[in-house]
């Protein structure tokens, strides 16, 4: 899709990825950028670069994807719209008919309202949550789903939903499985990428950062930046009614994760282990990145110790804000 001079509207745009995605929606010559946010989880305070575009606007009588009238509203004379908005993965465990809800329920609105809104090109976000352990590695799309919770379970229904509109009615779109994304705007909600921020505490406060079980997990961490640009690349292409993998493609494990943390910090204590408990969570994800690569035209370029680096400059101009973050999900000390 050619996406000069057109509108698009980015759901759930407040959010980190989705605010990442304006961002580099803004680097190119489209009309307009309308943010459809409800704001319960994203901020203003990740727009504020962003508003300063005259391009760019807050629809103004909010974004919840469970309003059908409004959502439908928001989609008038749009050429593309991004699919961001759901509720994250402990928020799933904890309280699944609401997941139900927000990434179920909520997805079929959106996708309904491309259709009925005559939409030409939906990107929807999905998870690499929906592949559950690695099976083997490097996880390619064909990985089978061995997803154990709630939350990789509304993306897998996403996915089927979209590839029966698809089927159905010839929605034009495209799915994205993110693996582990962190970077500036990140806060204390994802379950994986709030060990970042947990050790940042720590070594804030001078102690040990805390690695739950041995440190041998291994994840693909993606720098946010280079998801806002798989968006971008996503809207632009030519494949339609396909997944892609959103990652590096390198293994990093937590032990590893906590020493480069601790270099970049300039932090010489040793790294504190305790007993791994949280039962919902995977413990290898490395996803293959050559898909996207050869048919959308994307490839991760911020290397981890960069991005880790951008994430700890963002955090040092940025601490009242984070501390609102913190307290809002419960966290002290």
Avoid at 106 to 131: M, P, Q
């Amino acid at each position: 899709m050619d996406i000069k001079g057109k509108k698009f509207v980015v759901v759930g745009g407040a959010g980190l990825i989705g605010s990442h995605t304006i961002d580099q929606l803004l680097k190119e010559d489209v009309k307009e950028v309308i943010i459809y946010d409800n704001f319960l989880r994203g901020s203003k305070e990740n727009l504020s670069n962003a508003l300063k575009d005259p391009r760019t606007k807050i629809y103004d009588v909010g974004g919840d994807i469970m309003q059908t009238d409004i959502l439908e509203s928001a989609f008038n004379g749009a050429d593309g719209v991004f699919h961001l908005a759901a509720l994250w993965l402990l928020q799933c465990h904890d309280y699944p008919r609401s997941a139900f809800d927000v990434n179920i329920r909520g997805t079929f609105n959106v996708i309904e309202a491309c259709i009925k809104k005559d939409i030409k090109r939906l990107v929807y976000s999905s998870s690499a949550s929906v592949y559950g352990d690695a099976a083997y590695e490097p996880m390619d799309e064909s990985h089978p789903f061995n997803n154990q919770n709630f939350y990789g379970a509304t993306k897998i229904c996403g996915e089927a939903m979209l590839r029966a509109f698809h089927h159905r009615y010839k929605l034009n779109y495209v799915g994205l499985r993110y693996m582990n994304v962190y970077g500036p705007r990140q806060d204390y909600h994802g379950a994986y990428i709030a060990v970042i921020m947990k050790m940042l505490d720590a070594i804030d406060r001078g102690e040990s950062p805390t690695i739950l079980g041995d440190g041998s997990e291994a994840f693909d961490f993606v720098a946010v930046e280079d998801c806002g640009v798989a968006n971008v690349c996503a809207m632009k292409a030519d494949a339609t009614d396909s997944f892609y993998n959103v990652g590096t493609g390198k293994r990093t494990s937590l032990k590893e994760l906590a020493e480069i943390l601790m270099y970049l910090t300039d932090f010489k204590q040793s790294i504190n282990y305790a007993p791994r408990s949280q039962a919902t969570l995977v413990r290898n994800r490395i996803g293959c990145p050559e898909k996207a690569r050869s048919e959308i035209k994307f490839a991760a370029k911020i290397d981890l110790e960069e991005g880790l680096k951008r994430l700890i400059s963002w955090r040092s101009t940025h601490k009242h804000e984070l501390e609102v973050r913190r307290q809002a999900v419960g966290l002290v000390g």
